[in-house]
T-cell receptor
């Protein structure tokens, strides 16, 4: 079956620190992988995506590389800001079936000045 | 423009009320989705419409009734809800909604529903 496992939060970092949020997946086929971000009181925003192995998705200083050999899609940012405080969801979508999104449990990030 | 709009932003209703949630997109997307999100949990898929036809119903109770009047609009009709139905209801859309093709879902801001 399909599933996504994210590192447990919450994560608290100081401004300008390096961020890694781990995400691993299990899929029956060749999924597309996504990171969504949810700011307090808002809906989900697509942060970045990768559709095949070795693809790197990047946006707003965040990046993640689709690693088929380790079934991972870890999110990284070199220098976080207070405005990055949010919940981050890793998700996958299989190409072989309906376009269901399978979400991880979410990781809450708090960045302190 | 990757905007999905949802109304109302907040809704409070009693268990005997009938209300509707509305979702709209003007990106020409052919698939639309309803999700339910409880606090500190990921979204859970409820319904999927593909080319205005209901393609997935994730065993949602009949007190939730979806409707897709056209390719831009998606409604969720609510009747006789329970307090445990209180949640953030998210709408999403994606360009193709066809099996076998990678699609990206774009989410609206959600409707926060409270059932008293």
């Amino acid at each position: 079956g399909n599933s996504v496992t994210q590192m447990e939060g919450p994560v608290t970092l100081s401004e300008e620190a390096f961020l890694t949020i781990n995400c691993t997946y299990t899929a029956t086929g060749y999924p597309s992988l996504f990171w969504y971000v949810q700011y307090p009181g808002e809906g989900l925003q697509l942060l970045l995506k990768a559709t095949k192995a070795d693809d790197k998705g990047s946006n707003k200083g965040f990046e993640a590389t689709y690693r088929k050999e380790t079934t991972s899609f870890h999110l990284e940012k070199g220098s976080v800001q207070v405005s990055d405080s949010a919940v981050y969801f890793c998700a996958l979508s299989e190409k072989t079936g309906a376009n269901n999104l399978f979400f991880g449990t979410g990781t809450r990030l708090t960045v302190i000045p | 423009d990757t905007e999905v709009t949802q109304t109302p932003k907040h809704l409070v209703m009693g268990m005997t009320n009938k209300k509707s949630l509305k979702c709209e997109q003007h990106m020409g997307h052919r698939a639309m989705y309803w999700y339910k999100q409880k606090a500190k949990k990921p979204p859970e898929l409820m319904f999927v419409y593909s080319y205005e036809k209901l393609s997935i119903n994730e065993s949602v109770p009949s007190r939730f009734s979806p409707e897709c009047p056209n390719s831009s609009l998606l409604n969720l009709h609510l009747h006789a809800l329970q307090p445990e139905d209180s949640a953030l209801y998210l709408c999403a859309s994606s360009p193709r909604g066809v099996a076998g093709v990678t699609d990206t879902q774009y989410f609206g801001p959600g409707t926060r529903l409270t059932v008293l």
